[in-house]
């Protein structure tokens, strides 16, 4: 993540007019400064600070900061108005994201929007949260609970109860008024200080459930939005649909690997067609289980079934991910050494965990039984073997502190007809399974873009040329299929 110099003014927003809605008063335009030469970032981008409020309906309740950036088109008379980039996660910064789209989004694109960024509430420079974890608790098959080797699920509940215990005591007034229908507002909020009666914006991932969720709360301020690799809006279950969605995802995307690989069983050796290599990973996997691999350097310093486990779902993201799985797999084979392993730094595993869990757990309320989790995480272990029962298990949600301050939203087909849902038919991590339930809850306001293609990001992603046009038309010309396609 790229760090992001500090903004160098303040502005203020009211309030009560942000809470209520109120037509907006006069207020001082945002500051805006260079945001820094860190590496990535274009020179164009400029960086500002908002306050918002910290509870919103609250009037004296105190403000945080929220930090912003953009790039302004180079052609002004093109200008239709903002693009707002909204990050994924739930927890993931924002504020480098127009430098980065810069470098991928076409010109007609480019020419007719600011591209505008910002790292959500408790994330990156705003405001950030963190529930000081020890380093062994910020493992990455803890963060993914993946059940002990036998299937026991006693380590996660542990686990569980004493990160829910440290951000109840670490965390903060930031961290308890993290939720996806507070981000809706902040996402106002931003739309407000920037002057636009409406706003465009492209979500991906999580960012499509908090794009929806303020396309449902603030129909009337949407421009053209684009969602792209989209979660189950499920208003009853929420991130737990997410969560065991992982299951399905991977299911539908490792026979793409594994199709790669048999086509180079030569270099890797992991089996002649896709059958093979997927009973080459599940034997390993249990292998490990068994007999875990030192691994100094990692979190954990062992490469056990778990983490095998883990470092395959990353992998299914992106084609580019392959080589590396392959590779970790051919070591842990025998007899060479296992590659250097990829550890991210605590600092940004401490914030992203906290606001990932505050949004998770705020959201909607999470079951609490053991015994009930032991059932699910069983099913899910003999129905999915590649995740292992991890999808389902308990988390901290179940001991969090706090109950949601607010029902979650129920998307819906109220409000005007402005949106285009782009969508991977083999996602690992938000599945068009998932992804159709979007579609269903949005109604006559939606079209989709289906792409038969893997990974997890679609637009400007896999070189489907369909897919990409279909979204630069909409984004360009308000342009949308007559009814929902796929492309090939």
Request: charged residues 20%.
């Amino acid at each position: 993540m790229n760090r992001i110099a500090s903004a160098a003014a303040v502005i203020s927003l009211s309030t009560a007019l942000v809470a209520t809605g109120a037509p907006a008063a006069a207020h001082a335009a945002p500051a805006w400064t260079s945001c820094g030469t860190a590496a990535g970032l274009d020179p164009r981008q400029e960086c500002t600070t908002l306050q918002v409020p910290l509870t919103y309906g609250r009037p004296g309740g105190g403000t945080i900061s929220l930090a912003v950036s953009r790039i302004r088109t180079a052609r002004p008379g093109l200008r239709r108005g903002v693009l707002l980039l909204i990050p994924g996660g739930p927890g993931s910064p924002g504020l480098s994201r127009p430098s980065a789209m810069a470098q991928r989004l076409p010109g007609a694109v480019l020419d007719r929007y600011d591209l505008v960024g910002f790292d959500p509430r408790g994330v990156g420079r705003s405001s950030p949260v963190s529930c000081g974890l020890a380093h062994d608790d910020l493992a990455p098959t803890l963060l993914k609970p993946y059940p002990s080797a036998d299937g026991g699920i006693e380590r996660n509940a542990a686990w569980s109860r004493r990160i829910a215990d440290a951000c109840a005591r670490n965390g903060g007034p930031v961290l308890r008024s993290i939720s996806t229908r507070t981000e809706a507002r902040d996402i106002d909020a931003i739309r407000r200080a920037l002057g636009e009666q409406r706003l465009s914006y492209w979500g991906v991932s999580y960012g499509t459930y908090a794009g929806a969720v303020y396309a449902t709360m603030f129909p009337g301020r949407t421009d053209r939005v684009v969602l792209d690799s989209n979660d189950d809006p499920d208003p009853d279950k929420v991130a737990r649909a997410w969560l065991a969605n992982y299951s399905v995802g991977v299911d539908d995307r490792f026979p793409d690997f594994a199709a790669w690989a048999a086509a180079r069983d030569g270099e890797f050796g992991l089996g002649a067609d896709a059958a093979a290599v997927r009973r080459t990973f599940l034997d390993l996997a249990e292998r490990l289980d068994r007999a875990p691999i030192p691994w100094p350097g990692a979190n954990p310093a062992r490469l056990d079934g778990a983490v095998l486990r883990e470092t395959m779902l990353n992998a299914l993201y992106s084609d580019a991910g392959f080589p590396a799985l392959a590779g970790l797999m051919r070591a842990a084979l025998g007899p060479g050494p296992l590659p250097a392993p990829s550890t991210a730094p605590d600092e940004a595993m401490q914030n992203a965990a906290a606001s990932a869990a505050a949004t998770l757990c705020n959201d909607v309320e999470w079951p609490s039984s053991l015994d009930a989790h032991r059932r699910l995480v069983a099913r899910d272990r003999a129905a999915h073997p590649l995740t292992a029962g991890m999808p389902v298990n308990i988390g901290p949600c179940a001991y969090w502190p706090y109950r949601p301050a607010e029902a979650p939203v129920r998307v819906t087909a109220k409000g005007p007809s402005n949106v285009l849902l782009v969508q991977n038919l083999r996602d690992p991590a938000t599945p068009y399974s998932g992804a159709l339930r979007m579609r269903e809850a949005f109604g006559s306001r939606a079209r989709m873009v289906a792409v038969d293609s893997g990974g997890h990001g679609s637009y400007l992603v896999n070189g489907n040329a369909c897919g990409d046009d279909a979204v630069t038309a909409f984004l360009v010309a308000g342009e949308r299929p007559a009814r929902d396609i796929v492309c090939g």
